[in-house]
C-alpha cells in the first residue's frame, strides 16, 4: 500500500498556552513493500507522524493518502480501513489485557469481527513468526511471561489483524540483544514474505542499516533527510549536527577507504554488516599477485 | 484525546498571581468562599465579580482559556438554574403557563447561585492555575503543620497529594496511550450499547492499573535508593516565604471582608 504525505502539519493543544507544533509541512512518499527506516532524536516528531498512519490523530492541515483512503482535519480513517495498518506501539507489552495469550492476540481480528476459525489460525501463525510455541503458550496469562516473550505477544496481536501496513516504533527498546535480533528477523521475514509496506522507527542506526531500504531522518518536526542508506549515510557531517550516528559499518569503510589506495577503495554501498564481512573476506582470500 | 481534560492544570509564569506564596492563596481561598456565601444582593455580587475579574487580569492568562475551566460544571449551573427558576417561588409572576409559574425569586435565585458556583469555581482554578503542584502541596503541608503535633500524618498526607499530583499527566497520557494502542487494534469506544461500551473499558483498565501498580513499586523503590525515611528531619530545597505580594493578598481579603460585610443586606 502506497503512502503519500501532502504538506501535513500536526499542532498539539491548539489554542492552549501549551500549544506546540510537532509536524511541519511534512510531504513524503513511501511506495507500497518498503522498509522505512525512521531515525531522529526523541521529541523529533517520528511518534506523531505515524499515530498519522492510523487516523489515531488528524492532521492538523494538509493531506495523507493511504492506499485509496484519504484523510485531512475533516476527514477521519474509517474503522474498518485500521485493520489495513498494523501500528506496534512503543513499549506494545504495556497493552496486554487478557487472561490468555491466545485470547489477547485474537482481540484484533475479533474487533474486526473475522470469523472465529480463521482468528484461531491466525493467531497461531502470529505467534510462531514472532517464534514462540502456539501450543505451548496459548493458554498461559500474558502477565507471567517474561520481558521479551510479553513484547513478542503484543507484536504478534497486531500481526494477528493481517494489516497490509507494518508500523513499529522502537519494537526491541530494552531488550537484549538476541531478543532484539529475534524480534527484527521475524518482522524482516514476513515483511519479506508477505509483501507488506513496513515503516521502523528507531533510535540505532545499525538496525535501520540491517534492514531499511529507504530512511527518513526526522528533527524539529521535519524530514531531515530522506533517501536510500547509501545516499543518507553519506551526509555525515549533517547527521552529526542532528546528533545522530552513521552505523559503525560506514565509520569502518571510511577510515579503512583512508588508509587505502584510491583504485582500492571499498564501495560506501557496503553499509550492511554481512555484505561487509563478506566484502572484506572476498579480498583478504584474493592472492595479491599484480 | 484526552488533552481537555487537563483544564485547570498548572500554567508557568511570572505573575503576580504565580509568585504570591501558596499559602496565602489557600487562605484567601477559604476567605473568598465564604464571603461569596455571605453575599446576598447585587452590589455584593458585583464586588465579588469585579474582584474576580481583577484576579483574572493579575494572573496574565488569556481569559478564554480560563473561562474554559468552567466548561465541565456549565451542565451542573445550567441544571441549578432551570431548578431554581421553575421550582423557588415568591415576589411577582412573571409567566404563566398552566400550573407551570416562573417568579422573581426564582429568577433572583437562578442568578445568584449560578454566579456563587461560577465565582467558586473561577477563583479556585486561579488557584491550580498559578501554582505548580510542588509549591502547593508544601503551602498545604505547612498549613497543617499544627495538627501534625495532635498526631495528624501531615508530611505524609501532603507527600501523598504531591504524588497523586504529579501522576495526574502520567497516568492521563499513559491512557491516552493505551486507548491510542488499543484503537489500533481494532477496539470501537464510542459504539455500542451502554453495557458493550462498558465491557470496552476492561482493554483500557487493566494496562493501566498494571502501569499504576508497577509505576507505584517502582516510585516507593526509587525513593528509598535515595534515602527518603518519612518527614522527619527533612529540609526544604525552596523555602516559602511571605513577600509585599502576599501583604497585598491580606489587605484585599480584610478589604472584601468589609466591603461585602457593609453591603450585604
Known sequence: ?290 | MLQNIAIGQYVPGQSFLHRADPRSKLLFIILFATLVFLANNAITYAVLIAFTLITALLSRLSLSYILKSLKPVWILILFTVVLHIFITKGGTVYYQWGSFTIEEEGVRQAIFISLRLGLLILISSFLTLTTSPIDLTEGLERLLGPFGRVGVPVHEIALMMSIALRFIPTLMEETDKIIKAQTARGANFSSGSLLRRAKNLIPIAIPLFISAFRRAEELALAMEARGYRGGVGRTRLNKLAFSWRDSCVAVAGVVLLFVIGWWRS
Open chain 1, 1 to 290: 500500500m502506497q503512502i503519500t504525505f501532502d504538506k501535513v502539519s500536526h499542532i498539539y493543544g491548539k489554542g492552549t498556552p501549551f500549544e506546540r507544533l510537532a509536524l511541519q509541512e511534512i510531504s513524503l512518499t513511501i511506495p507500497s513493500g518498503s522498509f522505512v527506516g525512521i531515525i531522529g532524536q526523541t521529541g523529533s516528531g517520528k511518534s506523531t507522524l505515524i499515530q498519522h498512519l492510523n487516523g489515531l490523530l488528524s492532521p492538523s492541515s494538509g493531506r495523507i493518502q493511504l492506499g485509496d483512503v484519504e484523510i485531512t482535519s475533516s476527514k477521519r480513517m474509517p474503522h474498518v480501513r485500521r485493520r489495513d495498518i498494523g501500528l506496534v506501539f512503543q513499549y506494545p507489552e504495556h497493552q496486554l489485557f487478557e487472561e490468555t495469550v491466545a485470547k489477547d492476540v485474537s482481540f484484533g481480528p475479533l474487533n474486526f469481527d473475522l470469523p472465529v476459525e480463521m482468528v484461531e489460525s491466525r493467531t497461531r501463525e502470529s505467534l510462531e513468526v514472532v517464534g514462540l510455541d502456539y501450543e505451548a503458550i496459548k493458554d498461559r496469562s500474558p502477565f507471567q511471561l517474561s520481558g521479551g516473550q510479553m513484547r513478542r505477544v503484543a507484536i504478534a496481536g497486531v500481526l494477528a489483524m493481517q494489516p497490509k501496513v507494518l508500523v513499529l516504533d522502537e519494537p526491541t527498546a530494552g531488550l537484549d540483544p538476541a531478543g532484539r535480533k529475534a524480534i527484527l528477523e521475524g518482522i524482516y521475514r514476513i515483511h519479506r514474505e508477505q509483501g507488506l509496506t513496513t515503516l521502523l522507527v528507531t533510535h540505532s542506526m545499525e538496525e535501520a542499516a540491517s534492514y531499511a531500504d529507504y530512511l527518513l531522518v526526522m528533527a524539529d518536526g521535519k524530514v531531515a533527510l530522506q533517501g536510500p542508506p547509501r545516499e543518507v549515510f553519506e551526509q555525515v557531517d549533517l547527521l552529526k549536527q542532528l546528533s545522530l550516528d552513521v552505523p559503525e559499518t560506514v565509520t569502518l569503510v571510511s577510515r579503512m577507504n583512508q588508509s587505502l589506495p584510491d583504485n582500492e577503495h571499498l564501495p560506501h554501498s557496503l553499509y550492511r554488516e554481512e555484505e561487509l564481512i563478506d566484502h572484506l573476506l572476498k579480498r583478504l582470500s584474493v592472492p595479491k599477485e599484480r
